[in-house]
């Protein structure tokens, strides 16, 4: 009989969604909505829709595998060196080639309670183990992990900010952190929401990647690009660690018409911004009347909101389908009696929020 490595088997294995036709025929429903997975509700930009259109006659060559003309814009407008810069298929690719480049079974990578999903899961899939900060108000407690670094830690990773707790690491928080770990332990900071957030005390990464620290910044094309579909994210770190990680990198992780459309989409300053609105509004929608109908939420920086029923969230998830609304339980987080629920257009939005009112008989 066939057996995976040793720890594979301890895996949990990611469990998708159903597509979207599949449940709406499943529960005889048209015209369900879908805020389960922290997309862009606008959709992709015009101006990446026409330059995925124009690749397409030719993705009978392989891409770029550098992503030259994306590695040198992307440098451009961040302001760094093109060969601080490393593409994925997804940023989860990029998180994926952090944990194989910088770990080994025995090794310890730290990571908060309810940190993203995908940390422990590359953590293991390597032999390494994840030791775990508690998260008693849903936020990392920089504090705490920075205790439980020990000599056998490589990568502490964490989301500022972070899914599915939707909460943000400070400014000052960040610094107490960065001026005291050892320069050898990689520290991942995902910033996949980085657009959304509109708040003086939030730290952009990048400042302080010059500090001799090995620290990997992870951003993302699938959020406020709308281009989750093409899969494409990025890591910038030294030169050196960057180095490393290409050594590690399938050549042609990235495809060419996601380089295409992403180019086009940095361009694109009017979907950007309008999209930052659209979810600004809803966010402040949603509060707003989550507040009226006592539904505890925590404040959130993204582009979701994560409510707490006080119980067993299944049968709500379940009624919520039925009523055409779509939404993401987290109890595989260990919260077990929230729900996720990404913001959408307005008026789904509404829909969800008519939805919960009839489920929850407020
Ligand atoms: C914390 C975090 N990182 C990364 C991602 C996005 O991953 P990708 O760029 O692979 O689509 C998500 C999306 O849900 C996320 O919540």
Redesign the pocket.
């Known amino acids: 009989m066939i057996s995976p490595n040793e720890y594979v088997k301890d895996l949990i294995p990611y469990i998708p969604g159903k597509p979207i036709e599949e449940l709406e025929r499943e529960l005889g429903i048209r015209g369900a909505v879908k805020l389960a997975?922290?997309e862009n509700p606008l959709g992709p930009s015009a101006l990446a829709l026409r330059a995925i259109e124009k690749s397409l006659t030719s993705i009978n060559r392989y891409p770029d595998g550098d992503a030259f003309y994306l590695k040198h814009k992307l440098a451009d407008r961040l302001g760094v060196n093109p060969e601080k810069l490393i593409f994925?298929?997804?940023?989860?690719?990029v998180?994926d080639i952090v944990a194989r480049t910088f770990m080994k079974a025995g090794d310890e990578a730290v990571m908060g309670e309810y940190a993203?999903i995908?940390f422990p899961i590359v953590t293991k899939a390597v032999g390494a183990s994840a030791v775990i900060s508690p998260m008693p108000n849903l936020t990392h407690d920089l504090k705490d992990i920075y205790s439980r670094i020990t000599p056998r830690t490589k990568v502490v990773f964490f989301?500022n900010p972070?899914?599915?707790t939707g909460t943000m690491v400070k400014t000052d928080e960040l610094e107490w952190f960065l001026e005291r770990v050892p320069e050898n332990i990689v520290i991942l900071i995902?910033e996949?929401?980085f657009e959304y957030v509109d708040e003086p005390e939030y730290p952009n990464s990048l400042n302080y990647l010059d500090l001799g620290k090995s620290i990997i910044t992870?951003r993302?094309?699938?959020?406020v690009y709308g281009l989750?579909g093409l899969?494409?994210?990025f890591g910038i770190s030294t030169e050196d660690i960057v180095s490393h990680m290409h050594r590690v990198r399938q050549p042609f992780n990235t495809n060419s018409s996601a380089q295409l459309a992403a180019l086009a989409a940095l361009d694109d300053h009017d979907h950007v911004s309008r999209s930052r609105l659209v979810n600004r509004e809803g966010l402040l929608y949603l509060t707003r009347e989550l507040r009226k109908i006592d539904v505890p939420y925590t404040p959130s920086f993204?582009n979701f909101i994560l409510i707490d029923l006080k119980r067993n969230p299944f049968p709500v998830y379940d009624s919520l389908l039925r009523e055409g609304v779509i939404v993401r339980p987290v109890a595989n987080y260990g919260l077990n009696t929230h729900l996720r629920v990404s913001v959408g257009l307005p008026e789904e939005n509404e829909r969800f929020i008519w939805a919960i009112k009839r489920v929850l008989g407020s």
């Open positions: 997975s922290n994925g298929n997804g940023s989860n690719d998180i993203f995908v989301a972070n899914n599915p995902d996949a929401y992870v993302t094309f699938s959020k989750a899969r494409l994210g993204t």
